[in-house]
């Protein structure tokens, strides 16, 4: 299944998304693309997560899964 970039917003600026870049979608603004890169912990920083023990998935978007399940 493909993803339509033109149905999702920058998630931190608003404008319309143009890249998925560290799990985000995201404009082609670079001060929106280094907020994603610190957001997620920059390059491996699932992997990061995952060698302190902490899940891989961050503990807010886990939390706004099971609510949206609820």
């Known amino acids: 299944m493909a993803i339509n970039l033109s149905d999702h917003k920058c998630q931190f600026c608003g404008k319309e998304c143009t890249n998925i870049v560290y799990a985000a979608f995201t404009c082609d603004d670079p001060e929106c693309i280094e907020k994603a890169r610190l957001e997620r912990g920059g390059p491996g920083g699932h992997?990061?997560?995952?060698?302190?023990?902490?899940?891989?998935?961050?503990?807010?978007?886990?939390?706004?899964?099971?609510?949206?399940?609820?």
């Open 47 to 70: 992997q990061k997560r995952k060698a302190e023990g902490k899940p891989i998935i961050p503990d807010d978007l886990l939390e706004q899964d099971l609510k949206s399940k609820n």
